[in-house]
């Protein structure tokens, strides 16, 4: 492709790894943009939790161009099901919509699995990687000088920081802004074999918790709980198999299955969730915040790691059409507040409802009015 303008920034630095930063580094990369991507972990890792991947995630991961790999490497299928907690089925949600295009309508991966096929685009970009490094300071004016931890400084047009929910770039742009807040439920996270039975996102509800099974490929699934805990404590790793069976224990059919298949050595993860939701506007002097530093939604929507990724290919877009990187962020910002909004909102109202022990025809409402939203163009 000829590309008929020059970016609006020339050069940019966009700070943490994750699923925001990559893609913004290949988007911005991709119009033309010089990128710098630094992490703080040096060897650039990630836990080996499953997630699960909804059609316009899907969709955002065809234009990343990892689609195919996603497809082969990871799992995806048409449709979700709840059951109730002796594994009955109570209503298949169609995924399906011509506005997604020619993408699955849901699916599932390992989180190292995504990392390494995003890390591979990146470094295949010619984008330059330094890991071990995070930034000590931000100098006003334009471009903004940026001071890193190893006492090296350079200056960039753009800043992007995708340090995640505990964004350090946050409490540079915007000191005093309240902390991410513990929302009362923890979330448990199992990796196991996947259950033959287990062929797509499947919720278990009407229990006593939240339950659901996700395929993350072929051979493997993960499943989440739910569990509503007022102040979080964190249990040793060896209590962990224990505990998650006895939260287990209401349960039948593939859950007790699963259940039984626990054992001492099993890989379990159980997470505080917190959230914040960053009031307009995300960027300030040519710095931006994207992804969990600006909106970190809990996982009932399943739709985190699609607004990360979003939020990079709308950045890139922006950055290429605009005459200022200024119109380019507050372009960006229009285009992603509300779509955001509509994730961390939801995803609360839906953990109110399970706190709530709300019905499953409650919670299925939330859950599809929301996904058709999201189905629409970003
Ligand atoms: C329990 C749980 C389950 C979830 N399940 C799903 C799911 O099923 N589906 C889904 O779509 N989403 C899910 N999410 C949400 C999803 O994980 C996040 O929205 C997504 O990972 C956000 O990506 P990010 O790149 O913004 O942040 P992160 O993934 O947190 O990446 C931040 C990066 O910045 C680096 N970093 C941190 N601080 C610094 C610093 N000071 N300097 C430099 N680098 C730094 C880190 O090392 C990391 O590489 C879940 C979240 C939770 C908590």
Same mark, same amino acid.
């Given at each position: ?155 960039? =047009?753009? #800043? @992007? ?6 964004? *350090? !770039?946050?409490?540079? &742009?915007?000191? %005093? ?107 300030? =002097?040519? #710095? @931006? ?6 909106? *970190? !939604?809990?996982?009932? &929507?399943?739709? %985190? ?74």
């Amino acid at each position: 492709m000829i590309r008929q303008r020059k970016p609006a920034a020339r050069s940019a630095l966009v700070i943490g790894g994750g699923i925001a930063g990559m893609s913004a580094a290949l988007a911005l990369a991709e119009v033309g943009v010089a990128v710098r991507l630094i992490d703080s972990d040096p060897d650039w890792k990630v836990y080996g939790a499953g997630i699960t991947i909804t059609g316009p995630t899907l969709r955002v991961m065809k234009r990343l161009g990892i689609l195919d790999r996603v497809m082969a490497e990871g799992w995806t299928a048409d449709g979700l099901l709840a059951c109730d907690a002796q594994g009955a089925e109570l209503a298949r949600i169609d995924t399906s919509d011509a506005a997604l295009g020619e993408v699955p309508g849901a699916g599932g991966i390992l989180r190292p699995a995504l990392h390494q096929m995003l890390s591979e685009r990146v470094r295949a970009s010619g984008i330059a990687v330094d890991l071990g490094l995070s930034v000590r300071a931000l100098a006003q004016g334009q471009p903004r000088q940026v001071t890193f931890s190893d006492g090296s400084s350079a200056a960039y =047009d753009l #800043v @992007v920081g995708a340090d995640g929910i505990f964004s *350090a !770039t946050r409490d540079m &742009l915007f000191p %005093g802004l309240p902390a991410p807040k513990y929302v009362g439920q923890v979330c448990w996270r199992l990796m196991t074999e996947r259950h033959p039975q287990i062929d797509r996102r499947t919720y278990f509800l009407g229990g006593p918790l939240k339950v659901g099974m996700n395929p993350v490929s072929p051979e493997g699934m993960y499943m989440f709980l739910l569990e509503p805990v007022p102040q979080f404590q964190r249990l040793p790793d060896e209590a962990l198999p224990g505990r998650l069976a006895e939260l287990m224990a209401p349960y039948g059919g593939i859950v007790a299955d699963v259940r039984d298949a626990i054992t001492a050595g099993s890989t379990i993860v159980a997470r505080p969730l917190e959230t914040i939701f960053l009031p307009e506007p995300w960027y300030r =002097d040519g #710095v @931006v915040l994207i992804g969990d530093a600006a909106h *970190a !939604t809990t996982p009932q &929507l399943a739709s %985190g790691a699609g607004m990360a990724m979003e939020d990079g290919l709308v950045l890139g877009e922006e950055i290429a059409r605009a005459d200022s990187v200024e119109a380019a962020l507050a372009a960006f910002q229009g285009r992603r507040y509300a779509r955001c909004a509509t994730v961390v909102e939801n995803s609360l109202q839906l953990g109110r409802l399970e706190r709530a022990c709300s019905t499953p025809v409650e919670q299925i409402r939330v859950v599809e009015d929301a996904l058709k939203k999201l189905n629409e163009p970003y």
